[in-house]
C-alpha cells in the first residue's frame, strides 16, 4: 500500500512540473514526448498562425513537400495572402525556369504541362502581382519535357543543322536512353541566338539538363547528376535574387521536395539545397525557417502513377509524430526536442532517439497529414 501511495505521489508531481524540469528528472523519452505534446497545433487553426508568425519572423520560408497530392497546394493557398502581406514576393520552385514561365505566361492553349505544378497553382501566386512581374522561380533542370526547350531554341535558330537533328531525335517526346546523343549535338552546336525564360538563359538549362540526364543514364554516375542537380538548383535561385534587385526586406517562399530542405545532408548525403539557403541567410544578416511534411495515410499521384502516401514504415521520428497527432493534420514544432535529444549520451541513444536527432536538426518543425489525397490537375 505504502508504495501504490509513493508512486501516485511522485506521477502527480512529476505531471505538475514543467517540461523544462522534467526533462532534467523523467527519463528521456518521456521529456521528449511531453515537449512534443505541448508543441503540436492544429493546421486548420493554430498550426496556420504558427507557420504564419514564422514566416513573418524570418525571411526565407521553406517548404520541404510531399509531391503528387493536393493538400500542400491547399496549404500554399491558405497562407500566400498573408505571407505576401508579409512581404513575400517570389516562389523558388522545383521546376525549369522554361516550366516557370509557361505556368505563369502560356495561355490554355499552350503545350500541356505535367508536373509539380499546376496552372491554377501558379495563378494563386500570382494572384497579388502585376502582370508585368515574375513571382515563380525555376530553379531546376528540365526533368519532363527536355524537348519543349529544344523546339524553342531552334525555333530561334532556324539553320543550325544540330538543333535540326535534336529536333528529329524528340519529335515523339523525350527519352533518357537518348540524353547522351543529344548532349552532343547541343555541345556542337553553334547557336547564335538564345533565351532568358524567367531569368534564366534557355540554352544553358537545356545543357544543364541533358548533362544532369546522360549521368542520371549510367548507374556509376547517379551520384555525380544528383550533385549537378543540387548545384543548378542553387546557381539559378541565385541568379533570380540577383535579377529581382530584391531589397533586403523582400522575402522568398522556396517549394520543393523535402529530401531537398534539410539544414544539413539529407540521408541520401548529396541533397544540399536547404543547408544552403540556411547558411546563406545567416552571411546575410538574415533568417530561415524550414518546414516539411509528410503523409501518414492516403494516395498520391504524379505524371500519371499513384502510389500508397503512408511514410509511417519509413522514418521511426513518422511513425512517432503520426501517433501523437491529434488533428487531420498536425503542426510539430520540433526545435524543442534538441536540447532534450542532445543530452543524452551518444552511446546510450536508442534508434528511435537518433533518427529524431536526425530530423530535429533538420527541419524547425513538421507537418503530418493523417490523409493525403492524389493531386488533381
Known sequence: MRRQVGSLILCLTTIALPVTLRAQTAPPDAAIFAALESHEYDLAGTGRD?????AKSNDFFLLGELHGDNEIPALIHTLWPQMWRDGYRHVAAEVSPWTANQLETASASGPHIQGLWTKQQAADIRAFASPSSTVLWGCDMEEIHPEYLIRD???LNLDDPSLKQMMELTKTGYNRKIASDLLVLMQSSHTENDAVVNGISLRQNLLSTLEIE????????????QNQRELLMKTQFLEHLRA???????KVLLRFGRNHLHRGYDARGISTLGNFIAEFAVSRGRKAFN???FGAGGKATLMGETWDADERADELTFA???GHAKYAATVFDI?????LLHAIPANKRTPLQLNL????????????????????D
Open 214 to 225: 546522360k549521368n542520371r543514364g549510367r548507374p556509376d554516375k547517379k551520384m555525380t547528376a
Open 50 to 54: 504558427f507557420l504564419l508568425i514564422e
Open 244 to 250: 529581382s534587385g530584391s531589397g533586403p526586406t523582400s
Open 335 to 339: 526545435r524543442p526536442l534538441r536540447p
Open 357 to 376: 536527432i536526425y530530423w530535429a536538426d533538420s527541419y524547425d518543425a513538421l507537418i503530418c497529414y493523417k490523409n493525403v489525397t492524389p493531386l488533381n
Open 320 to 322: 512517432l509524430l503520426a
Open 153 to 155: 531554341l531552334a525555333a
Open 291 to 293: 518546414v516539411g511534411a
